[in-house]
């Protein structure tokens, strides 16, 4: 697993199910479990806003780029492509 | 005239035209209405009988909508369970209201076998499959751990029933009349336990009728709906979308608005429900770009809508009817103010809505004139049968009105009224919170915070929040020793409770402060050192 992938995970554990562990493949909905709601989102953007120090634009919203660890994972890889701050925590992932 | 009738009629009327869309599915009346009749024959055929209570414990679908139009044409009674209800509260529904059936997604199945030894009236559970499931399934539904031999192959899918009523493709005959029960809707009660508000076909259609009659529906309508099934407000989207022949888009949530204002767009969206959470939401984005051509009116109610995003509203669709309501579950709704009074009136809630009459009491049930607060009377049609199995609870709401032998509803809400009658709400008579319009009862929050061993004392009160119109807050006292978190707290809450009814934040203190009668000062509670 890649180092975004287990600080979302961390994040999801602690923030939305209150430190219970988590039974969620990489590529299932956190809409349709009910890990997250219309606040729990937004809570998960300002989380990767102020980790990977980028901005999510209001297009950015969108459930192909959100509501999985896989579609957070491209997402957050895609956005810190072009950043210095971001290109060395995506040199640890594997 | 039968709530299941809105659908029928309609089938009747335009099969062709699509009544539902759901993600990518496209369904029309024709369909809906063969595929309810084919469930209906089905449960009919698994032993649902006439006034049978069947939960349906589903996020919003098609499935959904099938089985609530199934359940009314076997003569059954449906009642909407929360998707984000837990184990012990829906073991609680199913065995308050007896439920003999009831509908579920496969993945939910787990959730289910730990109430399954609780709940000996459940004779029958209908697997739905999730979304993402293929057509292999994931794994057959496990067997009852009980040895009943009743129950130990009640369940099936919901496709297998289908399958095996292919051919059932007419309505069966009518088995309930219009004074019998159409549905329960479980709503929170100061007491802390659900209580399950008994309505009849002519309560739901009543209700129905009047307010697609103000809201001036017409067959073209197109509505789209985020908010679940569960809430009487959601569910009356799909029941008024069917009864006028429109279509209705049955979205999940409002988790990600974008998408949702793009399928605004796409579907050419009409009528769009609200509650102030979402107009919150809305408010804060940039919305300068986009046009809604179609849109003709939005609607809020579940909590008062604050005068500023009103007016904030008006400045982002000024060419839509801004809807502000106002309803309590007993009697669906109450009051809308019409589109063109909103502008000088956003204080205001309105008037009572069409083939209703509403006025004011003081505390001795005596009719108060405009200006003075009292507690606000329904009469009508709409108005509920009672509390399910809760007589004295239901004596304290339904009381005698102007003609002899008639019932109204006291709604417990207190408002005022401006000389040409048009409603304010002032505030609650109990201490029920609003949150993102729906109805939190402090004492069931407490309740399960009393539940927890380490936890001395606890309180539950609303606190003014932007976005949730009030939040949930518990304030709590450990037992000695104990080293209780804020994170074990929720934790503990979010196992227990549906997502709405988690508070938003714990406060520890020492002690929590009391009246003079020892019991726990809620008014005390704003302000005072946290330890």
Redesign the interface.
């Known amino acids: 697993m890649n180092h975004i992938a287990s600080s979302l995970r961390q994040f999801i554990r602690e923030n939305f199910l209150f430190g219970q562990d988590l039974a969620l493949a990489d590529h299932e909905s956190l809409l349709e479990l009910g890990i997250v709601d219309s606040t729990g989102v937004l809570e998960l953007v300002t989380f990767i806003e102020d980790r990977y120090r980028i901005t999510v634009e209001d297009e950015e919203l969108v459930p192909d780029n959100l509501d999985s660890i896989d579609n957070l994972v491209r997402f957050i890889g895609a956005k810190c492509q072009y950043s210095p701050v971001l290109n060395k925590e995506m040199r640890h992932a594997v | 005239m039968q709530v299941e009738s809105f659908l029928e009629l309609s089938a009747r009327q335009w099969p062709d035209k699509i009544a539902l869309v759901c993600g990518d599915r496209r369904v029309t009346y024709a369909e809906l209405e063969q595929t309810a009749n084919r469930l209906a024959h089905a449960l009919m055929a698994e032993g649902v009988g006439r006034g049978d209570r069947v939960a349906v414990h589903l996020e919003n679908s098609v499935e959904a909508v099938v089985a609530v139009m199934a359940i009314l044409k076997a003569g059954a009674v449906f009642m909407m369970v929360n ?2 209800t837990k184990a012990e509260k829906l073991a609680y529904v199913l065995n308050n209201s007896r439920a003999r059936a009831i509908v579920v997604p496969a993945r939910k199945m787990p959730v289910l076998e730990t109430c399954w030894a609780e709940t000996p009236h459940l004779k029958l559970v209908i697997l739905t499959q ?3 499931a293929t057509k292999q399934r994931a794994s057959p539904p496990a067997k009852r751990p009980d040895h009943n031999p009743l129950r130990q192959d009640g369940c099936v899918y919901l496709e297998e029933l289908l399958q095996r009523h292919a051919d059932d493709t007419q309505p069966p005959q009518k088995r309930a009349i219009d004074i019998d029960l159409a549905a329960l809707i479980y709503t929170s009660g100061s007491t802390g336990n659900p209580k399950g508000v008994m309505l009849t076909h002519l309560n739901m259609v009543a209700a129905a009728t009047s307010i697609t009659t103000y809201l001036e529906n017409t067959p073209d309508d197109v509505i789209l709906n985020v908010l679940p099934l569960s809430f009487d407000y959601g569910l009356y989207q799909v029941l008024m979308g069917l009864k006028i022949g429109g279509t209705v888009v049955l979205e ?8 949702v204002l793009q399928r605004l767009l796409e579907e050419k969206v009409t009528g769009f429900p609200l509650v102030p ?1 979402m107009s919150a ?1 809305l408010l804060q ?2 919305l300068r770009k986009y046009d809604f051509p179609h849109l003709r009116y939005v609607t809020n109610t579940g909590a008062a809508l604050p005068t500023e995003h009103i007016v904030r509203l008006r400045r982002l669709f000024p060419k839509v009817k801004v809807y502000s309501m106002y309803g309590l579950t007993e009697c669906k709704r109450v009051s809308y103010l019409p589109p063109d009074q909103i502008d000088a009136r956003p204080g205001s809630v309105g008037k009572g809505m069409p083939n209703e009459e509403v006025y004011l009491v003081d505390d001795d049930g005596r009719r108060l004139g405009p200006g003075v607060v009292g507690q606000l009377v329904v009469r009508g049609s709409n108005v509920m049968k009672g509390y399910w199995e809760l007589p004295e609870e239901t004596d304290r709401v339904l009381k005698p009105g102007l003609l002899s032998g008639e019932k109204v509803l006291y709604t417990g809400d207190l408002f005022r009224t401006d000389e040409e009658g048009y409603l304010y709400f002032v505030g609650r008579r109990d201490d029920i919170i609003k949150s993102r319009g729906e109805k939190v009862s402090p004492k069931e929050v407490e309740n399960v915070l009393y539940a927890h061993p380490e936890i001395a004392e606890a309180a539950v009160v609303g606190v003014p929040d932007e ?1 949730f119109g009030q939040a949930v807050k518990a304030v709590v006292s450990r037992k000695n020793g104990s080293r209780l978190t804020e ?2 707290v ?2 503990h809450c ?2 227990r409770l549906e ?1 709405f009814m988690v508070p938003q934040s714990v406060e520890f203190r020492a002690v929590l402060p009391k009246t003079s009668n020892g019991k726990i000062d809620k008014r005390g509670l704003i302000g005072g050192a946290s330890v």
């Open positions: 998707p984000t999730s979304a993402d999940r949530s409002f988790a990600y608005p974008r998408v959470t939401i984005m940039d976005i994170q074990d929720l934790r979010a196992g997502d």
